[in-house]
Structure formats: structure tokens, C-alpha cells
């Protein structure tokens, strides 16, 4: 722990997992009654026809714990899946490569972010590499299995600077072939950025306008 509770160095991993994210309250996944109530929440949304989740800030809890919670989650709501599905699950766990906490560990739960891909493909439609070398798109290219892997162009955060410099609807040609690229390869469980323009400001090296919402 820290003296003030909450994070102040990211290459540590039990402090990322144990200490507050930007001051927010951190729940005791690894107590029985936390998990019971967690897992309680997701059941009622199942019940209500929810068919999946995402777990924002994964990284910040200990894999064994979000395992714990999910083994609790009932079966989708037979009114309107097939019976005995389960529910879809993916973590935001962000690693590009250089992160003290592996994307690996937690792949053994639910598929997690590749944020990796939007990184990657952004350079190629960029004309920074070749498109020859997407004959090996995939997991050579230091991601994850495809079949753990949520991939997509940009999401609300890495659009608005964070996690490098990813293709977005701001350069709509190379967004676009990206976009049909992705598509198209079988490469991950792909996910579609649906987006609003606003104004940016960029200087100091970064948009001191990407916390606005839409219009």
C-alpha cells in the first residue's frame, strides 16, 4: 500500500492492483461478499436479456478475483438465447508490450483489448509500413491469440491521444480502409468505433479538448 492509498507507481504491479486508480474507491474483490454482490448486479442485468460485459480497468484487479466473480454468472436469459450460453466477456486490459502487467494474464478469463492492433494498423494505412508484411497479421506481430483478443481501429480513449497514434475519423480515407481491413481478416472479435466530431485543441502536445461529449 501507499501512504495516501492510491497509485503512484504503474511498474508495480501489486500497487496498480491494490492502491486506488485517480482516487476512486477500490472494492475487496478478494472478499466473499464483494464478489457475491458484484456477481449479484451482473445476474439481475442477465436476467433483464444483457448478453455480455466489459470490464473497464481490468488491469487494476487481480485475475484470480475477476475469475471468482465470473464463475458466479448465470447462463443467458433462455427468453431470448439458446440454453446454457454464456454471457461475453472482455477486459480493457492495456499492454503494448512494455506494461509490467501481461494482457497474458488474464486471458485465461475473457478476451481482453488489443490495443497493440491500432497502433499497428495505423502505421501501415499511414504508408509508415508495408502492406505486404500483413500477410503474417495476427499474433506475429506480438498480439494476442485471435481468440482472446477484442480488436478494433480506435475506442473512445485511444482516439483522444490515449495509447499512441491510432487512425481515426479524422483521416477518414486511411479510417476507413483500416476499418474494411479489419473487417474482413479473421484476426480477433472485432469491434466497430461508433464516434462524434468535436473541436479540437491541440497544443502542448496534446487535445486540451477531448473531454467534450457530443453535441
Same mark, same amino acid.
Given at each position: 500500500?501507499? +501512504?495516501? +492509498?492510491?497509485?503512484?507507481?504503474?511498474?508495480?504491479?501489486?500497487?496498480?492492483?491494490?492502491? $486506488? /486508480? /485517480?482516487?476512486?474507491?477500490?472494492?475487496?474483490?478478494?472478499?466473499?461478499?464483494?464478489?457475491?454482490?458484484?456477481?449479484?448486479?451482473?445476474?439481475?442485468?442477465?436476467?433483464?436479456?444483457?448478453?455480455?460485459?466489459?470490464?473497464?480497468?481490468a488491469k487494476h484487479m487481480w485475475p484470480g478475483d475477476l475469475r471468482a466473480v465470473f464463475e458466479r454468472l448465470h447462463d443467458l436469459n433462455t427468453a431470448y438465447f439458446t440454453a446454457g450460453t454464456k454471457p461475453?466477456?472482455?477486459?480493457?486490459?492495456?499492454?503494448?508490450?512494455?506494461?509490467?502487467?501481461?494482457?497474458?494474464?488474464?486471458?485465461?478469463?475473457?478476451?481482453?483489448?488489443?490495443?497493440?492492433?491500432?497502433?499497428?494498423?495505423?502505421?501501415?494505412?499511414?504508408?509508415?509500413? =508495408?502492406?505486404?508484411?500483413? $500477410?503474417?497479421?495476427?499474433?506475429?506481430?506480438?498480439?494476442?491469440?485471435?481468440?482472446?483478443?477484442?480488436?478494433?481501429?480506435?475506442?473512445?480513449?485511444? =482516439? $483522444?491521444?490515449?495509447? +499512441?497514434?491510432?487512425?481515426?475519423?479524422?483521416?477518414? $480515407?486511411?479510417?476507413?480502409?483500416?476499418?474494411?481491413?479489419?473487417?474482413a481478416h479473421p484476426y480477433g472479435f472485432t469491434r466497430v468505433m461508433s464516434s462524434y466530431r468535436w473541436n479540437r485543441d491541440f497544443h502542448d502536445g496534446r487535445d486540451h479538448n477531448s473531454w467534450m461529449g457530443?453535441?
Amino acid at each position: 500500500s501507499t +501512504g495516501d +492509498g492510491g497509485i503512484h507507481n504503474y511498474n508495480d504491479p501489486n500497487e496498480v492492483r491494490n492502491c $486506488r /486508480l /485517480l482516487g476512486m474507491a477500490d472494492l475487496k474483490l478478494s472478499k466473499d461478499y464483494v464478489r457475491d454482490t458484484v456477481a449479484g448486479y451482473l445476474n439481475h442485468l442477465i436476467s433483464l436479456g444483457v448478453a455480455g460485459f466489459r470490464v473497464d480497468a481490468a488491469k487494476h484487479m487481480w485475475p484470480g478475483d475477476l475469475r471468482a466473480v465470473f464463475e458466479r454468472l448465470h447462463d443467458l436469459n433462455t427468453a431470448y438465447f439458446t440454453a446454457g450460453t454464456k454471457p461475453f466477456i472482455y477486459l480493457e486490459v492495456i499492454d503494448l508490450g512494455n506494461e509490467p502487467i501481461k494482457a497474458a494474464e488474464y486471458t485465461g478469463i475473457a478476451r481482453v483489448t488489443d490495443f497493440i492492433y491500432g497502433i499497428k494498423i495505423a502505421e501501415v494505412f499511414r504508408h509508415h509500413n =508495408q502492406a505486404k508484411w500483413l $500477410r503474417t497479421w495476427g499474433d506475429h506481430w506480438g498480439m494476442p491469440n485471435s481468440n482472446d483478443a477484442v480488436v478494433f481501429i480506435d475506442n473512445h480513449d485511444t =482516439q $483522444r491521444g490515449h495509447s +499512441g497514434g491510432v487512425l481515426t475519423f479524422y483521416e477518414p $480515407r486511411s479510417d476507413k480502409m483500416a476499418t474494411e481491413f479489419m473487417l474482413a481478416h479473421p484476426y480477433g472479435f472485432t469491434r466497430v468505433m461508433s464516434s462524434y466530431r468535436w473541436n479540437r485543441d491541440f497544443h502542448d502536445g496534446r487535445d486540451h479538448n477531448s473531454w467534450m461529449g457530443p453535441p
